[in-house]
């Protein structure tokens, strides 16, 4: 990824849906007749959550406001000294999502969130700092990784991704030891993202009504909150309805790792 490509600012709505097994074939069969296939293939994304020590931010964004924010350091394959990482913050209000993030290293944010260090002077820096003022000690609790395919259509700003073997961990909370997890969904399932800046074509709602499949307001984070949640108040691990099944492995631009 060159620098100067990077996007930093985006703004955007974002449908989510949980597709069976059957309905993410379906879907993957009737997509390719649209869209295309990104350069970068089937890639592990990793994405470090911040949050306060009581966890303010997830929880009020399991509530569902109309406006929440969170923080989040993002990566693409497991980062290295120099890789480059995203340093995130995500806005939704009344649907509608908003970014802004910087890229830098996963050490120079290390210094960064524990106030020993700065990031580059510009205004998205000054933003993130002001989150950070904002609410005090942010401290990692969530590392949230999946194994996505992302599709784009030329001349268009149509974007939909499909994230399988989406999963967490709540140790080793950093973008560099494994892409290991506990699952989120069940084995097979996966979240079908669409983002677009005004409407869905309508080629692609005829293909969702055909397979049946529903807008979802499903939360990876918000997810995995609240099955540490329900462990802790049934003070054991196996608490939670789907079976807690580890998922291995990293792919790293379209090559199995």
């Given at each position: 990824?060159?620098?100067?490509?990077?996007?930093?600012v985006?703004?955007r709505?974002?449908?989510?849906?949980?597709?069976?097994?059957e309905?993410?074939?379906?879907?993957k069969?009737?997509?390719?007749?649209?869209?295309?296939?990104?350069?970068y293939?089937?890639?592990s994304?990793?994405?470090?959550?911040?949050d306060?020590?009581?966890?303010?931010?997830?929880?009020?964004?399991?509530?569902?406001?109309?406006?929440?924010?969170?923080?989040?350091?993002?990566?693409?394959g497991?980062a290295?000294?120099?890789?480059?990482?995203?340093l995130e913050?995500?806005?939704?209000?009344?649907?509608?999502?908003?970014?802004?993030?910087?890229?830098?290293?996963?050490?120079?944010?290390d210094?960064?969130?524990?106030?020993?260090?700065?990031?580059k002077?510009?205004?998205?820096?000054?933003?993130?700092?002001?989150?950070?003022?904002?609410?005090?000690?942010?401290?990692?609790?969530?590392?949230?990784?999946y194994?996505?395919?992302?599709?784009?259509?030329?001349?268009?700003?149509?974007?939909?991704t499909i994230?399988?073997?989406?999963?967490?961990?709540v140790?080793?909370?950093n973008?560099?030891?494994?892409?290991?997890?506990?699952?989120?969904?069940?084995?097979?399932s996966?979240?079908l993202?669409?983002?677009?800046?005004?409407?869905i074509p309508?080629?692609?709602?005829d293909?969702?009504?055909?397979?049946?499949i529903?807008q979802?307001?499903?939360?990876?984070?918000?997810?995995?909150?609240?099955?540490?949640?329900?462990?802790?108040?049934?003070?054991?691990?196996?608490?939670?309805?789907?079976?807690?099944?580890?998922?291995k492995?990293?792919?790293?631009?379209?090559f199995t790792?």
């Amino acid at each position: 990824m060159e620098k100067e490509k990077l996007i930093s600012v985006m703004k955007r709505y974002e449908l989510k849906y949980i597709l069976t097994k059957e309905q993410l074939e379906y879907f993957k069969e009737k997509i390719d007749e649209y869209m295309k296939v990104d350069k970068y293939g089937l890639t592990s994304i990793a994405s470090l959550y911040y949050d306060t020590p009581d966890f303010n931010l997830v929880t009020k964004s399991i509530e569902k406001p109309k406006y929440k924010e969170k923080i989040r350091l993002r990566s693409y394959g497991l980062a290295k000294e120099n890789t480059p990482v995203f340093l995130e913050v995500k806005r939704k209000l009344e649907g509608i999502v908003y970014k802004r993030r910087i890229v830098s290293t996963e050490n120079e944010v290390d210094q960064f969130m524990n106030n020993e260090g700065e990031l580059k002077n510009d205004q998205i820096s000054r933003e993130l700092e002001a989150f950070k003022e904002n609410y005090g000690l942010l401290e990692p609790k969530y590392l949230i990784i999946y194994d996505r395919v992302a599709y784009y259509q030329d001349d268009s700003n149509l974007r939909i991704t499909i994230d399988m073997n989406p999963r967490y961990r709540v140790n080793d909370l950093n973008l560099h030891t494994s892409m290991d997890g506990i699952s989120l969904l069940e084995e097979g399932s996966a979240i079908l993202e669409v983002k677009v800046q005004h409407s869905i074509p309508l080629w692609l709602v005829d293909i969702l009504t055909k397979g049946k499949i529903y807008q979802s307001s499903f939360s990876k984070v918000g997810t995995a909150h609240i099955r540490e949640s329900e462990k802790k108040i049934a003070g054991k691990s196996a608490t939670a309805k789907i079976p807690e099944m580890v998922v291995k492995g990293e792919y790293q631009y379209g090559f199995t790792i």
